[in-house]
């Protein structure tokens, strides 16, 4: 990813850095360390997970203080904070001009993200149909991923 040469920091950091700054919140050290590792970890993470990752960067940073960076990364429309059936919480990248859906493996947890442009229209029409204007959704698709099925199938013959 391209940097601004005049921060030497990832465009969305600087984002991150400008919305602090518009509400008057301390742009710390630790804060910058975090926003520089959320998106440098592409992914859909927990906050654990997440958590584990910047300890790496810097072992210093405490769990409370990664929850509240990502919540502020949340606030400012830069991370989205998505549930799926599991009940946890995970983060990732918001991007706020491309949309896209999720399907589940049940079984290990494998997250693919997919952009189908007949499921965009779809919605659309199924809300027209009903007098709806959609402002957002979420959608998830749930089953077991074909690693998983071709191991389920190799142990039980």
């Given at each position: 990813?391209?940097?601004?040469?005049?921060?030497?920091?990832?465009?969305?950091?600087?984002?991150?850095?400008?919305?602090?700054?518009?509400?008057?919140?301390n742009?710390?050290?630790q804060?910058?360390?975090?926003?520089?590792?959320?998106?440098?970890?592409?992914?859909?993470?927990?906050l654990?997970?997440?958590?584990l990752h910047?300890?790496?960067?810097?072992?210093?940073?405490?769990?409370?203080?990664?929850y509240?960076t990502?919540k502020?990364l949340?606030?400012a429309?830069?991370?989205?904070e998505i549930?799926f059936?599991?009940g946890?919480?995970r983060?990732e990248?918001a991007?706020?001009?491309?949309?896209?859906?999720?399907?589940?493996?049940?079984?290990?947890?494998?997250?693919v993200?997919?952009c189908?442009?007949?499921?965009?229209?779809?919605?659309?029409?199924?809300a027209?149909?009903?007098g709806?204007v959609?402002?957002?959704?979420?959608?998830?698709l749930y089953?077991?991923?074909?690693?998983?099925?071709?191991?389920?199938d190799?142990?039980?013959?």
């Open positions: 990813m391209k940097k601004d040469a005049e921060t030497n920091a990832l465009p969305s950091v600087r984002a991150f850095l400008d919305f602090m700054s518009r509400k008057g919140l742009t710390t050290a804060r910058k360390v975090i926003a520089e590792a959320f998106f440098d970890f592409p992914g859909h993470h927990s654990e997970e997440f958590y910047v300890q790496k960067k810097d072992p210093s940073i405490g769990q409370t203080t990664v509240r990502l502020l949340c606030d429309g830069l991370a989205t549930h059936s599991d946890i919480a983060y990248v991007h706020p001009d491309s949309h896209h859906d999720h399907m589940v493996c049940l079984s290990c947890g494998r997250i993200e997919i189908d442009e007949r499921i965009e229209t779809l919605q659309k029409d199924i027209s149909a009903h709806f959609l402002s957002g959704h979420i959608h998830n089953g077991i991923c074909p690693e998983c099925r071709a191991h389920r190799t142990h039980s013959a």
